[in-house]
C-alpha cells in the first residue's frame, strides 16, 4: 500500500471515529434533553395547578403559580447564556441540570401555596440555564449540520414535554384512586419528578466526560474579568441587529402558539360544540405535526439557505391561524391546525440556527439566552394580548378579528425581518 493510499484510509477511519463520537455525544444530549422536559412537564402539566388549588388557591393565584417558572426564563436566560460564554458551555450546562435534579426534592417540603410559588420560581432556573445552553453545545458540534440537528433535538425535547403532562395525569389519577388527591400524592409525584432530573444529570455526566470546555478567550478569571466579559456580551449582542430581528420572529412566533393554546380549547369546546377529548385532539395535531417536520425542514435550511424558509414560515403560520375562528367543522380545523404545525417547525428549526449562524463562537451562549428571552416573552404575552382582544374587541366570543391581528403581527414582523437583515447584511 503506498504512502497516499495509507494517508487517505487512516483520514477515512478518523474520519469516521470523529462521526460516531459526534453521533454518541448527540444521542446523550437529546437523552439528556428528553429527561429533563420530561420532568420539568411532569411537574407543570396538570399537576401543579392542582397542587395550587389543593392548597386554597384560586383561579388568579393558581394561574400565577404556573406562570412565575416563565418569569424567570424571562429574566435569567440571557444571563445564563452570556455567563456560559465567560465560564465556559459545559460547566453552566451542569449548572442548569443541578437545578432539574435538586430543586425538585424541595416540593416534598410543600405545604403551602407561598412555599409552593417560591419553589415553581427557583425550578424556573432549570430551564431559564439550561435552556440557552445546551442549544450551543449542540450547536457546538453539530457543525454544518446546526439546523438539523437543532432541529432533532426540539422534536426529541417536545417529546418529553409531551410525556411529562399525560403521566403526571395518570400518576395522580392512580395515587387518589377517584378521590381528592391528598398532600402525599403531590409529594410522590415530585419525588418522580426529582428522580428523571437526577437521571438527566447522572446521563450528562456519562456522556460529557472528559468534555470539559474552556472560554475562548484568556483574560483570566478575576471576578473583574469575569464582569468585564459578560458587559461586553450582553453589549455587543443587544446591538446586532441580526440576532434581535431573527430571535424576534421566533417570539412573535411564539406569541400566536401561546395565544392558540389558550384560546383553541376555548372556541373547539364553547364556540363549536366540541368535546375536550377532540379540544385536545386539535392541539395534539398541531404538536405532531410540528415534531414530524421539523427535522425535515432543518435540513432543508442547512442545505438551501434560511433567510427565505424563516421568511415565509412566518405566512405558513399567519394564514391557518387567521382562519381557524372562521370554522366549525372539526376536520377543517384539524387540518389547519396541522398547517400551523408546520409553519411552527419551519420557523423554529430556521431561527435558533440563523441566530447561531450571525454570531461569534465566544458569544454563541449569549445570543442563544437572549433568542431564549425573546422567546419567553412571546409565549407569554400571547395567551395576555389574545384575551384582551376577545375582550375588547371581540365582545368575548367573536374569536374572528382578535385571530386576525395576532395573525397580521406575523406578518409584520417576517417583513420587518426580510428588510432588517438585508440591510444588515450589505452594510
Known sequence: MSGSDTKALAETVSGATEAQGFLATFNGLCAVGFLARASYGLARTPVLALFAASLGAGPEAVGFAVAISTVTGIFFKMPAGVLSDVIGRTRTLFMGLAVFALVPFAYLFVSSYEALVVVRFLHGFATAIYGPVVMAVVVGVAGNKRGEMLSWF???????????????????????????????????????????????LLIALWVMHGQWDSPTHNDGRTLRAVWTRFRAGVREILLDRRVLLTSNMEGVQNLSVGALEAFLPIYAVLVC??????????????????????????????????????????????????????????????LLAA?????????????????????????????????????????????????????????????????????????????????????????
Not at 164 to 173: E, H, I, M, N, V
Not at 274 to 297: D, E, I, N, R, Y
Not at 344 to 365: N, P, Q, W
Request: charged share 10%.
Open 339 to 427: 398547517f400551523f404545525g408546520l409553519g411552527e417547525a419551519v420557523v423554529t428549526s430556521s431561527a435558533a440556527a440563523l441566530v447561531a449562524d450571525f454570531c461569534r463562537e465566544d458569544h454563541l451562549g449569549s445570543a442563544m439566552g437572549t433568542f431564549g428571552t425573546i422567546f419567553d416573552v412571546g409565549h407569554a404575552s400571547g395567551p395576555l394580548l389574545a384575551g384582551f382582544l376577545i375582550a375588547v374587541v371581540g365582545s368575548g366570543t367573536d374569536y374572528r378579528i382578535p385571530f386576525a391581528v395576532v395573525a397580521a403581527l406575523l406578518m409584520i414582523a417576517a417583513l420587518i425581518f426580510r428588510v432588517g437583515v438585508k440591510l444588515e447584511t450589505h452594510r
Open 273 to 334: 360544540g366540541f368535546s375536550a377529548f377532540q379540544a385536545g385532539l386539535l392541539w395534539g395535531v398541531q404538536m405532531a405535526a410540528t415534531v414530524v417536520t421539523k427535522p425535515l425542514m432543518g435540513r432543508i435550511s442547512d442545505r438551501h439557505g434560511r433567510h427565505s424558509l424563516l421568511f415565509w414560515g412566518m405566512f405558513v403560520c399567519a394564514v391557518p391561524f387567521a382562519l381557524i375562528p372562521w370554522f366549525d367543522d372539526f376536520g377543517t380545523l384539524l
Open 154 to 200: 426540539s422534536s426529541v425535547t417536545i417529546m418529553g414535554t409531551l410525556v411529562g403532562a399525560p403521566l403526571g395525569g395518570f400518576l395522580l389519577s392512580w395515587l387518589s384512586a377517584g378521590q381528592e388527591p391528598t398532600l402525599s400524592d403531590f409529594h410522590i409525584i415530585y419525588g418522580v419528578v426529582a428522580a428523571m432530573g437526577v437521571a438527566s
